[in-house]
């Protein structure tokens, strides 16, 4: 398979990368930037919140496609909104979300993966 660009990337190649993240890592962010560079505050926020938990967990940038991503992130979520977390191959929410379980002291235990 030849490798195109992100930014030149189709609907369908786009909606095959996040069904292989998904599908692939235990825990997968899809953000804006990455985890080094967050290039908004709710990623940078979601990346604080899984590291807090999680050593090892994927990031993916959307931002080199990002119509194609949010199309494809909300056919798995039902949601348009970024950044969002799936574990084990669920959809878990947003930056919100991931503060909401934290402050209820579930966020580990939900990103624990057996």
């Not at 947003?94 to 002291?105: C, F, I, K, N, W």
Request: charged share 30%.
């Amino acid at each position: 398979m030849t490798f195109t660009p992100e930014s030149e990337a189709t609907s369908e190649e786009v909606a095959d990368r996040v069904d292989e993240a998904i599908a692939d890592n235990d825990v997968v962010l899809f953000m804006k930037g990455n985890r080094l560079m967050p290039q908004c505050g709710y990623s940078k926020r979601a990346v604080a919140l899984i590291a807090e938990h999680v050593e090892e967990f994927e990031t993916v940038d959307v931002l080199p496609a990002l119509p194609e991503y949010r199309e494809a992130l909300a056919d798995h979520s039902g949601w348009e909104t970024i950044p969002q977390t799936f574990v084990d191959g669920e959809f878990v929410g947003g930056s919100d979300v991931l503060a909401e379980l934290e402050e209820r002291g579930e966020l580990g235990e939900t990103l624990a993966v057996e």
